[in-house]
Each structure stands twice: as structure tokens, then as C-alpha cells.
């Protein structure tokens, strides 16, 4: 089944409080208007921004068992910092569930935290929007957006950067797939511009 916009903003109403509601909100006009600008698929933006935080509100330790359950867990990180679940666990539920089919879609709701190795623009487009959309205010937000703008391939380059740089000055320990996610985008954008460090 296709994710219809409008079903899944009235699951979100449901399901989100109402600050995550409206960051909700802001991620799915963020992403629209970003799919229009670089020529992807506006109304798949939409519904991915839609359903990125759908998972988020559930009590950690019923997401850890659900991850659990659904054989989500993939490094000891996971476990050591659920945080990291609700994005995974939100895809696998409206496929299971939901019987939504849309892969691509799904994939940019599932990796919209920690990101993966060879992302799609769509993917790109989620992780990105999730933190720069209208509601973030961290001071360097709109050099993240222009840079967006631009190319969108260095522009999350520069947000999962940012990302690692936060975790970082933080003291918090960064999942093996931020760094993944780090590199490959890295070289990916090296391979763009014809790099000798490719
Ligand atoms: O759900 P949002 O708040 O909108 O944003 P998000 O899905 O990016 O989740 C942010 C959370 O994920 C935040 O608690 C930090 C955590 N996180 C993201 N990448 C990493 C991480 N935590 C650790 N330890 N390591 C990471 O690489
Ligand atoms: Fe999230
Ligand atoms: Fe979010």
C-alpha cells in the first residue's frame, strides 16, 4: 500500500505530543520543498517527513523490546543507546503493519537518525530536513540549509559532520553508522569532484 499524506499526518496528530507534532510538521514542509528543488518526488518527501518520528514518543524500554523483537538490533550500540531505534522501528511497523510498500520511502524513515552507507537522495533529504528544519536554531543552521540548497549530497555531508561534531563536543559516543554514513558520503563527494583521494 502506498503511504497516503494525509493518513499518516492524522496517525502523527494522534500519536505525537504536540511539540513533536509541529517538528514533525516542519521536517515534511522542509522536505517538500527540498524534493522540489532538486527534482525528486515531492509528495514521497512528504509522507517520509511525515512518519520519520512516528516511533519516537514510545517508552524506551518498549522500544528496545519491540527492536527486539523485530530483529532491529544490529550493533551493541543500538542497545547502548536506544535513541537510535525509533526511526527502524517506525518503518518496520508501517510495513508490517501498515502494509505500506513504498521501499524507498521506508528506508528514508528508517535511516533518518544515524543515516547508511549509500543513501538515496530521498534518505539524504529526511536526515537533512530533520535538522534543519524551520524549528532547529543551533547557530550554524543556515550555512547547513544553503549548503542544502546547493548540492544535496554535501549539504548532508555538512549536516552528518555537524551531527558528529555535536555527539563529539557532548561527549557521546558516535554509532559505528554516523562514522559509516561520514565516509561514505565523504568519498562519494570526492569520486563528484574527481578527487585523487577518492
Ligand atoms: O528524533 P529527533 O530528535 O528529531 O532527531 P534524531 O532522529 O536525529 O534523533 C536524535 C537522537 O539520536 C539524539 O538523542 C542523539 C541520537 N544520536 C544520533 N546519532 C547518534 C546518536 N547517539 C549516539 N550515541 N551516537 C550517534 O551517532
Ligand atoms: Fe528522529
Ligand atoms: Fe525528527
Same mark, same amino acid.
Given at each position: 500500500?502506498?503511504?497516503?499524506?494525509? #493518513? @499518516? !499526518?492524522?496517525?502523527? %496528530?494522534?500519536?505525537l505530543?504536540?511539540?513533536?507534532?509541529k517538528?514533525? *510538521?516542519?521536517v515534511?514542509?522542509?522536505?517538500?520543498?527540498m524534493?522540489?528543488?532538486?527534482?525528486?518526488?515531492?509528495?514521497?518527501?512528504?509522507c517520509?517527513?511525515?512518519?520519520?518520528?512516528?516511533?519516537?514518543?514510545?517508552?524506551?524500554k518498549?522500544?528496545?523490546?519491540?527492536a527486539?523483537r523485530?530483529?532491529?538490533l544490529?550493533?551493541?550500540?543500538?542497545?547502548?543507546?536506544?535513541?537510535?531505534?525509533?526511526?527502524?522501528?517506525?518503518?518496520?511497523?508501517?510495513?508490517?503493519?501498515y502494509?505500506?510498500?513504498?521501499? #524507498? @520511502? !521506508?528506508?528514508?524513515? %528508517?535511516?533518518?537518525?544515524?543515516?547508511?552507507?549509500?543513501?538515496?537522495? *530521498?534518505e539524504?533529504?529526511?536526515?537533512?530536513?530533520?535538522?534543519t528544519?524551520?524549528?532547529?536554531?543551533?547557530?550554524?543552521?543556515?550555512?547547513?540549509?544553503?549548503?542544502l540548497?546547493?548540492d544535496l549530497?554535501?549539504?548532508?555531508l555538512?549536516?552528518?559532520?555537524r551531527?558528529?561534531?555535536y555527539?563529539?563536543?557532548?561527549n557521546?559516543?558516535i554509532h559505528?553508522?554516523?562514522?559509516?554514513?561520514?565516509?561514505?558520503?565523504?568519498?562519494?563527494?570526492n569520486?563528484?569532484?574527481?578527487s585523487?583521494?577518492?
Amino acid at each position: 500500500m502506498e503511504l497516503r499524506a494525509e #493518513e @499518516v !499526518l492524522n496517525l502523527a %496528530a494522534r500519536v505525537l505530543s504536540e511539540e513533536r507534532f509541529k517538528h514533525t *510538521l516542519g521536517v515534511a514542509d522542509c522536505a517538500e520543498e527540498m524534493a522540489r528543488h532538486h527534482g525528486l518526488d515531492p509528495l514521497k518527501a512528504r509522507c517520509a517527513g511525515l512518519a520519520h518520528d512516528l516511533a519516537k514518543e514510545i517508552p524506551i524500554k518498549d522500544q528496545l523490546s519491540l527492536a527486539r523483537r523485530w530483529d532491529l538490533l544490529h550493533y551493541p550500540e543500538d542497545e547502548q543507546y536506544p535513541a537510535v531505534l525509533h526511526g527502524p522501528l517506525a518503518a518496520y511497523w508501517l510495513e508490517h503493519y501498515y502494509k505500506v510498500d513504498d521501499s #524507498e @520511502v !521506508l528506508a528514508a524513515i %528508517a535511516s533518518h537518525t544515524l543515516g547508511r552507507p549509500g543513501m538515496s537522495p *530521498l534518505e539524504m533529504l529526511i536526515y537533512s530536513a530533520d535538522l534543519t528544519e524551520p524549528r532547529r536554531d543551533f547557530p550554524e543552521v543556515d550555512i547547513l540549509r544553503q549548503s542544502l540548497y546547493d548540492d544535496l549530497g554535501k549539504g548532508t555531508l555538512d549536516c552528518v559532520e555537524r551531527t558528529l561534531r555535536y555527539l563529539r563536543q557532548r561527549n557521546k559516543p558516535i554509532h559505528p553508522l554516523t562514522q559509516l554514513t561520514y565516509e561514505d558520503l565523504q568519498r562519494r563527494q570526492n569520486v563528484g569532484t574527481g578527487s585523487k583521494n577518492a
